[in-house]
């Protein structure tokens, strides 16, 4: 059974960074897609980004993140990250990471299999 751990939240002010980590034990990362969700109060989760199972090697972000977020592998760690640059208030919430068997990296929460417990990122002054 893969389990997923997310780490690396925080409080952080307007214009900084994070850079959130998803590892995997009880399983390969590198078979399956990995998306980012995040839960913000009063919000339904939603898809942040996404990238596919190791060997397709391509990457989906929300629009309102392109530019700022990076999703970047390391198959050696067993680890995918979130490079979250340039955060703004509206990029608060619960973090969650999440694996696809199909590998396909969607950013839609039906698609996903296994997930992590989430991580608190709050973006405030």
């Known amino acids: 059974q893969l389990q997923l751990v997310e780490s690396g939240g925080g409080l952080v002010q307007p214009g900084g960074s994070l850079r959130l980590s998803c590892a995997a034990s009880?399983?390969?990362?590198?078979?399956?897609?990995v998306g980012w969700f995040r839960q913000s109060p009063g919000k339904e989760r939603e898809g942040v980004s996404a990238i596919t199972e190791s060997s397709r090697g391509r990457t989906n972000y929300k629009d309102s993140v392109k530019g700022r977020f990076t999703v970047i592998r390391d198959d050696a760690k067993n680890t995918v990250y979130l490079q979250m640059n340039n955060l703004k208030p509206e990029d608060t919430g619960v973090y969650y990471c999440a694996a696809e068997v199909l590998g396909q990296g969607t950013l839609e929460i039906g698609d996903y299999d296994y997930w992590g417990q989430g991580t608190q990122v709050t973006v405030s002054s």
């Open positions: 009880g399983g390969t990362l590198a078979h399956f897609a």
